[in-house]
């Protein structure tokens, strides 16, 4: 059974930061690709972020570019996202996801990612 467990959300002031973190357990995780989505009120889950696990390939939404950051650690099995210069649009419930098979490319398809963790609130004031 595949847990993916978020933390390291909370409420921060406009142009903070945070660093999320996913630990992932339940299988091993060599091939496989691993993201970041979010959840505004009254929005479609959106992609944030991905990345491949065994050479950390990377792709990221246009409207984070430049501020947000993923990576992982492997020996962790876990995945993190750092947020610079956070914006009141980044306010939304971040949820990490796992494929559910080998997959080469940090894939910004939802529909690919097999396991999701429970969400994680970030909230940014202005």
């Known amino acids: 059974q595949v847990q993916l467990v978020e933390s390291g959300g909370g409420l921060v002031q406009a142009g903070g930061s945070l660093r999320l973190s996913c630990v992932a357990s339940?299988?091993?995780?060599?091939?496989?690709?691993m993201a970041w989505f979010r959840q505004a009120p009254g929005k479609e889950r959106e992609f944030v972020a991905a990345?491949?696990?065994?050479?950390?390939?990377?792709n990221y939404a246009d409207s984070v570019k430049g501020r947000f950051t993923i990576s992982r650690d492997t020996a962790k099995n876990t995945v993190y996202i750092q947020m610079n210069s956070l914006k009141p649009e980044d306010t939304a419930v971040y949820y990490c996801?796992?494929?559910?098979?080998?997959?080469?490319?940090?894939?910004?398809?939802?529909?690919?990612?097999?396991?999701w963790g429970q969400g994680t609130q970030v909230t940014v004031s202005s």
């Open positions: 996801a796992a494929t559910a098979s080998s997959w080469a490319t940090p894939t910004p398809l939802r529909n690919v990612y097999a396991y």
């Open positions: 339940g299988r091993t995780f060599s091939n496989y690709a």
């Open positions: 990345i491949t696990w065994d050479i950390g390939r990377t």
